[in-house]
């Protein structure tokens, strides 16, 4: 089926969605290359002190870096190439030609609604599983030529690995993946069945085991204990990972079902992640519905011709996108503060801006 005879897209839904995306496309490379221009000339003595190569430099660092431009900026700028375009239609009385052909608001909609929602699912894919993986690859690169090597400086470090076991570290060095002073106490209930001690522990990447040093184990049961000496040998501790030592999880490094596992894993140790956590996933699952919130309000604003033009549209354009983004981070600071559910943080925003685009919606020419 040809393009003009396509029932849900014609020839003039085709037109309007090559000029948005062509428009989007040019608009978000031309800010990538300027950012990564800047950044680089702000690092560049960095690079050169640390010996980065030039191809890793471009490829394993700043190729990976422009996916994350894409999905901080790419909901703005989708919505001022709406403003654009549909501007320049009004401009050259196009919408009013397509409006008094007898074609309805809502069906002159179709074509942005679609495009914003092709982005909004690829925003939804770019946020919860290709991101992550470029930003352990950013975390790397820059581990190696930019940022000297975090360690660790946390001692006294209580876990609870499963819903039986508990996990003591006097100190952890997350650069060796080696910790020192080491108990794990085994559980029946509120009783102690079983208590591991170690010098120390470091887990071997290979094996996937905990290399125990100079251990021994007391087995309690009731009245009777006993207690055995060992050397040094590998065991398989109970739900113990060496990323549990680290205070400082990096959220922007899992993907959904990361995230998902660390929900559990932290709500299960009880610790204060837990918040942290579910502000980041449902800031992720929510925030692309600002693409079609926004083309919404984009295409209201643009239909009607003014005699300012195309500036004062697209400078109204920025205004209402840079306040959605400047509320969003005003709610998420509430919720990380823990005055507000984390769900919350990106809802309220959304859905004000939602009952301004059905305003819109409805006041908009027919």
């Not at 820059?142 to 508990?166: C, G, M, P, W």
């Not at 085994?186 to 120390?200: H, L, Q, R, S």
């Not at 604003?301 to 549209?313: I, V």
Request: charged residues 15%.
């Amino acid at each position: 089926m040809s393009k003009g005879n396509s029932r849900f897209f014609n020839t003039i839904d085709w037109y309007i969605t090559k000029k948005i995306f062509l428009t989007f496309l040019v608009s978000i490379a031309l800010l990538s290359f300027i950012i990564v221009i800047f950044d680089l000339s702000a690092k560049l003595d960095d690079f050169i002190d640390h010996n980065a190569p030039m191809s890793a430099v471009l490829f394993d660092y700043y190729l990976n870096v422009i996916p994350h431009y894409v999905n901080m900026f790419g909901h703005l700028f989708f919505f001022i190439s709406v403003v654009f375009v549909t501007s320049r239609l009004t401009a050259r009385s196009e919408t009013v030609a397509v409006l008094c052909g007898g074609i309805p608001f809502k069906r002159f909609l179709r074509p942005f609604i679609t495009g914003s929602v092709v982005l909004g699912v690829f925003g939804l894919y770019l946020s919860n599983f290709l991101l992550p993986q470029v930003n352990v690859n950013i975390y790397n690169f820059e581990q190696r030529y930019y940022r000297e090597k975090f360690n660790n400086a946390f001692v006294d470090i209580h876990l609870q690995t499963t819903d039986s076991t508990q996990v003591y570290v006097h100190h952890y060095n997350n650069h060796t993946q080696q910790g020192y002073m080491f108990t794990q106490e085994t559980f029946c209930g509120n009783v102690v069945k079983e208590k591991i001690f170690a010098d120390a522990i470091q887990f071997d990447s290979v094996n996937k085991q905990w290399k125990v040093f100079r251990y021994n184990i007391r087995t309690i049961d009731g009245r009777n204990e006993q207690l055995s000496f060992c050397g040094d040998t590998f065991l398989t501790l109970n739900g113990l990972l060496p990323n549990d030592f680290n205070k400082i999880l990096k959220t922007e490094q899992l993907d959904f079902n990361q995230l998902n596992t660390a929900i559990d894993r932290e709500t299960m140790k009880g610790t204060s992640l837990v918040r942290d956590l579910y502000i980041e996933k449902y800031q992720r699952l929510f925030t692309p519905l600002s693409y079609i919130i926004l083309t919404v309000i984009a295409v209201c604003l643009s239909c009607k011709k003014t005699r300012g033009g195309t500036g004062l549209n697209l400078a109204l354009a920025i205004g209402l996108a840079f306040s959605l983004i400047l509320l969003m981070k005003v709610f998420n600071s509430l919720s990380t503060n823990g005055t507000l559910a984390p769900v919350l943080a990106p809802l309220i925003p959304l859905t004000l801006y939602s009952l301004i685009a059905l305003y819109l919606l409805k006041i908009a020419p027919k």
